[in-house]
């Protein structure tokens, strides 16, 4: 990882051991997915008036390369007793993690089939200096993307007016294209 990895307890005292459960979650998802630039991790024990059996709230924030995150929380509504012990709930999250984080590098890299069709769009407007464009959507909004988005070495081949499909997300400053993909020949120049 780039920045080291941050660790925030809230409730309890860090043992020793879960400590070092954390370590070696981070270091397992580290070891498959060497692209994480940073971890944080967020472990909260029941309210100080809980019940017995009440689960540890684990969440995992993942940033990677491109811009790209892996969010995990706690899942809401889950009544599952063993969340109640704090090394299962960590455990339990870092798999999850791992999973979505999986499933995010598969279709940065394009290996997972489509089971729905992507929307499509044009590109709109290229500003290489910075690295990014607009698309316009088919019912004509414009939707920001940036260079790390686009799926392959295509990014300095695009032009105005090449057709993309792409998957919509809510970034900071409002929707974003990401997973953009040159479609027909603007992809094979």
Same mark, same amino acid.
């Given at each position: 990882?780039?920045?080291?990895?941050?660790?925030?307890?809230?409730?309890?005292?860090?043992?020793?051991?879960?400590?070092?459960?954390?370590?070696?979650?981070?270091?397992?998802?580290?070891?498959?997915?060497?692209?994480?630039?940073?971890?944080?991790?967020?472990?909260?024990?029941?309210?100080?008036?809980?019940?017995?059996?009440?689960?540890?709230?684990?969440?995992? *924030?993942? &940033?990677?390369?491109?811009?790209?995150? #892996?969010?995990?929380?706690?899942?809401?509504?889950? !009544? =599952?007793? %063993? @969340?109640?012990?704090?090394?299962?709930?960590?455990?339990?999250?870092?798999? *999850?993690? &791992?999973?979505?984080?999986?499933?995010? #590098?598969?279709?940065?890299?394009?290996?997972?089939? !489509? =089971?729905? %069709? @992507?929307?499509?769009?044009?590109?709109?407007?290229?500003?290489?200096?910075?690295?990014?464009?607009?698309?316009?959507?088919?019912?004509?909004?414009?939707?920001?993307?940036?260079?790390?988005?686009?799926?392959?070495?295509?990014?300095?081949?695009?032009?105005?007016?090449?057709?993309?499909?792409?998957?919509?997300?809510?970034?900071?400053?409002?929707?974003?294209?990401?997973?953009?993909?040159?479609?027909?020949?603007?992809?094979?120049?």
């Amino acid at each position: 990882m780039e920045t080291p990895l941050q660790l925030q307890i809230q409730g309890f005292e860090l043992s020793s051991h879960l400590r070092d459960v954390v370590d070696a979650n981070v270091a397992k998802l580290e070891e498959h997915y060497g692209r994480i630039t940073s971890c944080r991790i967020a472990i909260a024990a029941p309210g100080a008036h809980h019940r017995m059996g009440e689960a540890y709230a684990v969440s995992i *924030r993942i &940033a990677l390369p491109n811009g790209n995150e #892996v969010n995990v929380g706690r899942i809401s509504g889950r !009544a =599952d007793r %063993r @969340q109640a012990d704090v090394t299962f709930a960590v455990h339990d999250a870092f798999r *999850r993690a &791992a999973r979505q984080l999986r499933d995010r #590098v598969r279709r940065l890299e394009g290996k997972v089939k !489509a =089971d729905v %069709r @992507q929307p499509e769009a044009r590109v709109l407007d290229l500003d290489r200096s910075r690295n990014c464009g607009f698309l316009v959507t088919e019912d004509g909004r414009e939707i920001y993307f940036h260079a790390n988005s686009v799926l392959g070495p295509h990014f300095d081949r695009m032009q105005s007016g090449d057709r993309v499909s792409y998957h919509e997300e809510m970034g900071e400053k409002g929707p974003q294209a990401s997973t953009v993909r040159l479609l027909g020949a603007s992809a094979r120049r």
